[in-house]
């Protein structure tokens, strides 16, 4: 059988991660539920990340009592949701909840093992396969039903629904997949359960996109022509949980999907998100048992948790990955001289120790890594370039000055607390770049006000960010292409033909030694230019209570708890 293009060009741990899925021209039909993992070790990532990805304390594969189904899950956001319409923005707070409503075509795998980049598997779509080089097929789960809520009133999923919801997705300028206008041409329905996508040109990395976060299936009916939802009992999908009651700035309870099509799942009744924005608050419940599980905390809270008596304790290496990321269309970075000096006058190994406690693992570019064997260590870039990635104060000082500013210059970091360890990031940078003449201004945002003015391109100076999410082809090109992807608002103004050039390649690459060369190129030219500068991945930690079974950490998924929450139980 001919493979269809693989999913993880960032490929993760273990060599054989996604071996079925390269297009051809006349690809024989494959669903991706059963690409096997191997067991090789992977070259090119640091050990220590190795190491992490191991959990503390491991749960159990499996149960000897077996599951027990009841209970209320209790877990916390640390901000309120702005709005309910998921087609505008990618906040955490939102589509956290609501990824436990929906269906996405494909989700991750979450687990066992924790702390590993699964291949993805079936959820709304069983099947899928290239039909030529610009048409793709997916077919739908039999039986799939919409909750029982009106309008829909629990009626079947079809194709329909299925090609709707893309072309809807994919051509309405300010959706979060409209990044994908200037490649599909159209979905449409071919029977009842089979859609295909009709492309306008080869774009080898298209499955990779639909398992991204925010692929939901929606029902026409629900949710308007015009994809505006603006209530919360409008979001009502096919996935294990359904709506049930929101306090604003309290607490959004979800309730258990008695007709899911996953027979027997989900476990729990009840997931309670309840709004905590202090960190110290959300460890202070956890301490008294009011919460089942925290995850993501910054590193001091997640070292003091992890001591806690009984605590199952999961940590791996962060993804995605934090960087600082350089406003390069206005001075003064877009000066590359003055990028290279804020490079060497960062010192690694220090903020590791302050800010991490050593649980973090160094970076050299701002692309997950999570035990991918491309990742360019030190001794792998050239010569011409390496020298940037290396901390030295007194030649970033002689930098400053060759870019025109001899007596020094203030300028501002950017950021916001929902990113975990931003503001001790802030404050290191802020003392390493006074000793070669850079005076920051440390500006906290509102994460709103912070999400409006990255949209805008209204953010000065230097802004600490979190990358792709996703260790493959299409989330390295979605987040640094500057027409292609989301290059538009996660790019800070880069607008660079060496890497749209190589980018483009990329998403038409089909061979894994062809993909290999052209993400070593990128690693190389962002180490030259240094657009964005990667911050070290912190070790995050998923610490859940001794009564949570089944709970696989993955930090890949941000925003799809889906991925690794909805088989949990509670053993109490």
């Known amino acids: 059988m001919r493979a269809m293009?693989?999913?993880g060009t960032w490929a993760a741990i273990l060599v054989t991660l996604l071996a079925a899925c390269a297009p051809v021209a006349t690809p024989t039909p494959k669903a991706t539920a059963t690409p096997v993992r191997g067991s090789a070790k992977p070259t090119g990532v640091p050990t220590a990340a190795l190491v992490a990805a191991t959990p503390t304390q491991a749960p159990e594969a499996k149960q000897a009592s077996g599951p027990r189904r009841g209970g209320v899950f209790h877990l916390?956001?640390?901000?309120?949701?702005?709005?309910?319409?998921?087609?505008?923005?990618?906040?955490?707070?939102?589509?956290?909840?609501?990824?436990?409503?929906?269906?996405?075509p494909q989700r991750f795998g979450g687990g066992p093992p924790a702390c590993k980049f699964l291949p993805p598997i079936p959820s709304a779509v069983?099947?899928?396969?290239?039909?030529?080089?610009?048409?793709?097929?997916?077919?739908?789960?039999?039986?799939?039903?919409?909750?029982?809520?009106?309008?829909v009133n629990g009626r079947e999923a079809t194709a329909q629904d299925l090609a709707w919801t893309i072309n809807k997705l994919f051509a309405k300028t300010g959706l979060n997949m409209a990044d994908l206008m200037p490649v599909v041409d159209r979905a449409e329905a071919i029977d009842k359960y089979t859609a295909r996508i009709y492309l306008k040109r080869q774009y080898a990395t298209l499955p990779e996109r639909l398992v991204e976060d925010h692929f939901y299936l929606y029902a026409p009916e629900a949710v308007g022509e015009d994809l505006a939802i603006a209530k919360p009992e409008e979001h009502i999908g096919t996935g294990p949980f359904m709506f049930k009651s929101e306090v604003p700035g309290v607490n959004i309870s979800l309730e258990r999907a008695p007709d899911y099509w996953e027979k027997g799942l989900p476990y729990v009744d009840e997931f309670n998100f309840k709004i905590v924005p202090d960190a110290s608050t959300r460890a202070a419940m956890f301490r008294a048992g009011q919460l089942d599980m925290v995850w993501r905390e910054p590193t001091p809270i997640s070292v003091g948790?992890?001591?806690?008596?009984?605590?199952?304790v999961q940590k791996c290496p962060d993804l995605p990955v934090t960087a600082l990321a350089l406003s390069v269309d206005r001075p003064p970075f877009d000066n590359v001289l003055l990028r290279r000096a804020v490079a060497m006058a960062i010192d690694y190994d220090a903020m590791l120790k302050s800010v991490f406690q050593s649980e973090a693992?160094?970076?050299?570019?701002?692309?997950?890594?999570?035990?991918?064997?491309?990742?360019?260590?030190?001794?792998?870039?050239?010569?011409?370039v390496r020298?940037?990635?290396?901390?030295?104060?007194?030649?970033?000082?002689?930098?400053?000055?060759?870019?025109?500013?001899?007596?020094?210059?203030?300028?501002?970091?950017?950021y916001i607390t929902r990113y975990a360890n931003s503001p001790q990031i802030a404050e290191a940078l802020n003392a390493m770049l006074a000793k070669v003449g850079i005076t920051l201004e440390l500006k906290l945002w509102d994460s709103t006000a912070f999400g409006n003015a990255r949209t805008n391109k209204a953010l000065e100076g230097m802004s600490l960010i979190l990358t792709s999410p996703l260790p493959t082809a299409y989330g390295t090109v979605n987040f640094y292409h500057s027409t292609e992807g989301r290059g538009w608002y996660i790019s800070f103004g880069m607008k660079d033909q060496v890497v749209d050039e190589v980018g483009t390649k990329l998403t038409r690459a089909t061979d894994p030694k062809e993909q290999e060369a052209l993400v070593r190129q990128l690693q190389a030219r962002f180490a030259d230019q240094q657009f964005q500068i990667a911050m070290p991945a912190a070790m995050m930690f998923g610490i859940s209570q001794p009564w949570v079974k089944s709970f696989y950490f993955q930090p890949l998924y941000l925003y799809d708890y889906a991925d690794f929450m909805y088989a949990v139980w509670l053993d109490k």
């Open 387 to 414: 020298k940037y990635l290396e901390y030295n104060p007194e030649e970033a000082k002689k930098l400053v000055a060759q870019a025109g500013y001899p007596q020094g210059l203030k300028t501002q970091v950017n």
């Open 76 to 104: 916390a956001h640390n901000t309120t949701i702005p709005t309910w319409d998921s087609m505008t923005i990618t906040t955490q707070a939102l589509h956290g909840p609501i990824s436990l409503i929906y269906d996405r």
């Open 126 to 151: 069983e099947t899928w396969k290239w039909v030529d080089s610009t048409t793709f097929e997916m077919r739908l789960r039999q039986g799939l039903r919409f909750h029982n809520r009106p309008p």
């Open 361 to 384: 693992v160094r970076l050299y570019a701002p692309i997950p890594y999570l035990g991918d064997p491309w990742y360019m260590q030190p001794q792998d870039y050239p010569a011409e």
């Open 305 to 312: 948790l992890a001591k806690t008596p009984g605590v199952t």
């Open 5 to 7: 293009q693989r999913y």
